[in-house]
């Protein structure tokens, strides 16, 4: 069965430095998105990508935040300057074009510690 | 303010009993409610969706009930089993692809055996 893949599984950085979380959508689906969970908390939406550009996007995407499907596999969160209150779990998640509108596969998540 | 949220943090329940988890939304426009179960240390799992024209939607053990008159969905989980044991989500969306989905805090649900 076709999922989402995530690499890598933990990050530890440290504050202000750069960080870039990878993402393998499920190959045929059109739609990707960033979520992240800070610790005990629920999932909070950050972004959505399709057709090369951002469809929609949080508060909490902010220009610290980018987004690049830089080929036809991999989608990407760069966080560029990174803050102690970054640290959380960050899913990637895709969606297709035949399925449910809202059913979105999550992947399995990168933990990020910001130290 | 939040749009989507849980009655309970957490439910314990024996192995065999039904499960009930509930949850409240605020927002009339949304089209699409789903549920999804989260594992320690996983992403979310899709479990089951209902769409706003619909009242109830069965799925293999379980069961989502929407009730549009007083914002109210819940997951009715049949003769849970100790690999049920997860954080479960509800979640919200305008059933447009592309679009965020909204998360609820979450109900830990516990089954011992």
């Known amino acids: 069965e076709p999922e989402v893949t995530q690499t890598p599984s933990h990050q530890v950085t440290q504050m202000g430095q750069e960080v870039i979380l990878r993402c393998v959508p499920i190959?045929?689906?059109?739609?990707f998105y960033w979520y992240r969970q800070i610790l005990g908390q629920k999932v909070e939406f950050l972004v959505s990508?399709?057709?090369?550009?951002?469809?929609?996007k949080s508060e909490i995407f902010d220009d610290q935040f980018s987004v690049e499907r830089p080929d036809g596999s991999n989608f990407t969160l760069k966080i560029r300057s990174t803050k102690l209150e970054d640290s959380a779990m960050y899913f990637c998640a895709s969606s297709g074009p035949s399925g449910r509108a809202g059913e979105q596969f999550f992947g399995p998540g990168t933990r990020l510690t910001v130290l | 303010g939040e749009s989507v949220g849980l009655h309970l943090p957490t439910l314990s329940v024996q192995e065999g009993d039904n499960s009930i988890i509930n949850c409240a939304y605020s927002n009339s426009a949304s089209d699409y409610f789903i549920w999804y179960k989260q594992e320690s240390g996983k992403g979310p799992q899709f479990i089951i969706d209902i769409r706003s024209n619909m009242d109830k939607r069965q799925g293999q053990r379980v069961t989502v009930l929407l009730n549009k008159t007083v914002k109210h969905l819940s997951l009715q989980i049949a003769a849970t089993q100790p690999g049920d044991s997860a954080v479960y989500f509800c979640a919200e969306n305008k059933n447009q692809a592309g679009t965020a989905l909204i998360f609820g805090k979450g109900t830990t649900l516990s089954v011992s055996s």
């Open positions: 190959s045929n689906h059109l739609y």
């Open positions: 990508f399709y057709n090369n550009e951002i469809s929609e």
